[in-house]
């Protein structure tokens, strides 16, 4: 209002009105209305999508568990043996084996985990081979590639032909298997780190430099920590080969363990006890990788992989 006269907006203000009603504060509060408007059309679908969320998400559980009952269903009921032409006591029945099982439980887990603890050490012991050798070959390519080529061709070597050699040198106890699980999971853990280690991208490798970053430093922050998932990738593959290896290693000279039992059961025609001890060795061999999976979900969060698989 000025000099007593009401002021009346003109057509072309009416049209074009002033930039004061687009200003950022307006705009900003009206995008913030709209997103909100959308999270909350995005909660209440999910809300609505949850139940089918939540069948789709415990298949994941119930249809293996599912596919196993049926298994041993089936094996109950003979139809694999008469599939394959066979008798009990060439395929023990699952209720035959159980109570062997239950008859022979403080055996079975002793000896259990006598060759799980054969099985932890020589990963271990390989692992961290695996990885020494894979630094060097990334620091000093052109004397470290040599030795990616020398742990390949040890992995190479059957178990059969290393068990008797590796009891020469270490003698009949623990530490002959334990060597010869260690020649197994070196192989996996060099080739795998290796990998992670030279698989940089070149643009974090200039910024790095950029900060002027020296050797230790690019090892450490980028090239150690870009090889971590190939480094899981690694043990999970080294989880289930250790137990072979501890395992077949028994086979040859052992006085206690999973394969000693085994190879002894075999002999005596205990079919029963022999596949429990199987049983056993594919229950732990399972437990020991789902522990390395659980490890590498706390420990390398940060990677695009898990985050894709939380989501």
């Given amino acids: ?18 930039p004061s009603a687009h200003s950022p504060a307006s705009t900003s509060h009206a995008a913030s209305r709209s997103s909100d408007h959308s999270t909350s059309q995005v909660a209440r679908s999910d809300r609505r999508s949850s139940p089918w969320q939540i069948l789709i998400n415990s298949s994941t559980i119930w249809l293996p568990l599912l596919a196993g009952v049926l298994f041993l269903l089936l094996w109950q009921l003979e139809v694999f043996h008469r599939i394959l032409d066979l008798k009990k006591y060439q395929l023990p029945l ?21 060759t799980l603890t054969e099985a932890v050490l020589g ?13 060097i070959a990334t620091a000093w390519p052109r004397w470290g590639g040599t030795s990616l080529i020398v742990v ?11 068990a008797p050699v590796m009891n020469l040198w270490f003698g009949d106890g623990i530490g002959s298997r334990v060597a010869i699980v260690t020649v197994t999971t070196m192989a996996a853990m060099a080739i795998n ?7 940089v991208n070149p643009l974090a490798l200039d910024l790095m430099h ?12 980028l090239r150690i920590q870009n090889s971590l998932p190939h480094v899981f990738t ?7 080969a250790s137990m072979i290896g501890a395992i077949v290693g028994e ?20 079919m029963p006890l022999g596949w429990s001890c199987i049983v056993l060795a594919a229950i732990a061999g399972v437990i020991f990788y789902l522990i390395v999976e659980r490890l590498e979900k706390g420990l390398i969060r940060w990677h695009a992989s898990q985050r894709v698989e939380t989501k």
């Fill in 1 to 18: 209002m000025e000099n007593g006269y009401t002021r009346t907006p003109s057509a072309t203000e009416s049209i074009h009105p002033s």
């Fill in 94 to 114: 699952p209720s035959a084996i159980a109570n062997a099982m239950m008859e022979n439980w403080s055996m079975l887990l002793s000896y259990t985990g006598y």
């Fill in 123 to 135: 990963m271990l012991c390989g692992s961290a081979l695996g990885f020494i050798i894979a630094l």
């Fill in 152 to 162: 390949a061709a040890m992995n190479a070597v059957p178990i059969v032909a290393l």
């Fill in 193 to 199: 780190a290796y990998k992670g280690m030279t698989s």
């Fill in 210 to 221: 950029s900060y002027a970053a020296g050797r230790v430093g690019i090892f450490r922050y």
């Fill in 234 to 240: 690694a043990l999970k593959i080294n989880a289930t």
């Fill in 251 to 270: 086979f040859f000279f052992s006085s206690q363990g999973l394969g000693y039992l085994l190879s002894n059961s075999i002999k005596v025609a205990k």
